[in-house]
């Protein structure tokens, strides 16, 4: 199993529908080649949301890939997904592996194709806290124009930012 691991610096992208690239983060690598996902909050938040260092911030399994052209990459939905932000699990307390392989080095991602015995231990222990979840809300889309009217109708609160939502927040 192929998962992509990744230290976020910011909420909202994915948000509480399961949509990976809603605010275009992580632009190409979105469309590497994975089995699951989970993003860790970083060292360096921003400074809105500094609640999500270290914690396990989402899990996405069973990727599905939606062509998004006028963004970096495609959207991505998960068959599984669980959103955690800054309720989710410190990772240095409960994965110290899986931490110190993160973080004793500046990498900012990873593709565990290749981890140490001990740190897929814990990721798959991870994994399997979520196998039971549901969907990503807009799982059952299949192409960019009916996740824009999603977007438009379900998410955004203005009514027309559904193809360059960006975040508002600042870097600390």
């Known amino acids: 199993m192929r998962v992509l691991i990744y230290k976020r610096t910011h909420k909202g992208d994915p948000n509480e529908t399961g949509i990976f690239g809603i605010q275009d983060c992580m632009g190409r690598i979105r469309n590497w080649n994975y089995d699951a996902v989970i993003g860790i909050g970083g ?10 260092k270290y914690k396990i911030n989402w899990i996405g399994l069973q990727p599905k890939r939606i062509s998004a052209p006028k963004k970096r990459g495609d959207l991505i939905v998960f068959a599984h997904f669980k959103l955690y932000e800054e ?9 110290p592996h899986l931490f110190e392989y993160l973080y004793s080095t500046k990498k900012r991602f990873n593709i565990s194709s ?7 231990k814990e990721v798959i222990e991870i994994l399997d806290t979520i196998k039971d979840s549901p969907a ?19 998410i955004c609160k203005c009514g027309g930012c559904s193809n360059s939502e960006k975040t508002k927040h600042q870097r600390n």
């Not at 309720?87 to 994965?95: K, M, P, Q």
């Not at 290749?114 to 897929?120: K, Q, T, Y």
């Not at 990503?136 to 379900?154: C, F, H, R, V």
């Open 43 to 52: 060292e360096s938040a921003w400074r809105d949301d500094i609640g999500i």
């Open 87 to 95: 309720t989710g699990i410190n990772i240095e307390d409960h994965y």
């Open 114 to 120: 290749n981890l140490p015995e001990d740190v897929l």
């Open 136 to 154: 990503s809300q807009a799982y059952d889309i299949e192409i960019q124009n009916d996740l824009d009217s999603y977007i438009k109708t379900n």
